[in-house]
């Protein structure tokens, strides 16, 4: 199987929108969801800082070493780093975050028990250890299907202050993100790529889409 679960002494945690201890950022997006099921420690989805970090599946070495720029330069201005546990942008922004000794959330498109990739079975531990955690709105069986996806993605920005995509192709899903962060009023920024690059087509579309909402990543401070 590609797919593993987080199980052993871990143990999931259900909290509802009615909890005090419910993340108060994802408590004010349209369409909250009304359970979370948390694998970890609850307090890294209510920092007083988060941002989003995401991007492609297929990324490149550029759009990897950037991730690994931005993650811990977040780690150093005192924020938790948001993301998906995915291949390739998402993967390297968790681990990025780690090494720097910081806190980092990943939500997942499915149920605990069949969502999260095999291949990540050491970076999910990792997150668990560094008092992270691995959140999702779907209980622990729940297969991931095309449509959990783009759900999952209102929570990943809702979570957070801000999102950043690191390379996102033309209808990349993390654009889908992107576009949940302006719609839930948070920021959103876009790193550019080479203008003829297939992995930043869809981060500089989006720019020049929503020029004035959405801004544009120039340095790392």
Request: glycine letters at 16%.
């Given at each position: 199987s590609r797919r593993y679960a987080v199980r052993a002494e871990r143990r999931l945690r259900a909290v509802t929108a009615e909890e005090p201890r419910y993340p108060v950022r994802l408590r004010s997006i349209a369409m909250p969801p009304h359970v979370l099921f948390v694998l970890g420690d609850v307090e890294a989805l209510d920092r007083e800082r988060a941002t989003a970090v995401v991007g492609t599946r297929r990324a490149t070495t550029w759009g990897r070493t950037a991730a690994g720029k931005i993650a811990p330069a977040l780690v150093t201005a005192e924020a938790a780093v948001?993301?998906?546990?995915?291949?390739?942008?998402?993967?390297?922004?968790?681990?990025?975050?780690?090494?720097?000794?910081?806190?980092?959330?990943?939500?997942?498109?499915?149920?605990?028990?069949?969502?999260?990739?095999?291949?990540?079975?050491?970076?999910?531990?990792?997150?668990?250890?560094?008092?992270?955690?691995?959140?999702?709105?779907l209980a622990p069986d729940v297969e991931p299907t095309r449509g959990t996806f783009p759900r999952r993605n209102r929570?990943?920005?809702?979570?957070?202050d801000a999102t950043v995509v690191v390379e996102a192709p033309a209808r990349s899903g993390a654009l889908v993100t992107a576009s949940w962060a302006l719609e839930q009023g948070r920021g959103c920024f876009l790193v550019p790529g080479a203008f003829d690059a297939p992995a930043s087509a869809g981060c500089l579309a989006f720019l020049r889409e929503f020029h004035g909402e959405a801004r544009l990543v120039a340095g790392i401070p």
């Open positions: 948001l993301s998906g546990l995915a291949y390739g942008i998402d993967g390297s922004a968790h681990e990025a975050a780690v090494r720097a000794g910081g806190i980092t959330a990943a939500v997942i498109g499915g149920g605990h028990a069949t969502a999260i990739p095999a291949d990540h079975r050491r970076l999910a531990r990792a997150i668990l250890d560094a008092d992270g955690a691995i959140v999702s709105e929570i990943i920005s809702g979570l957070s």
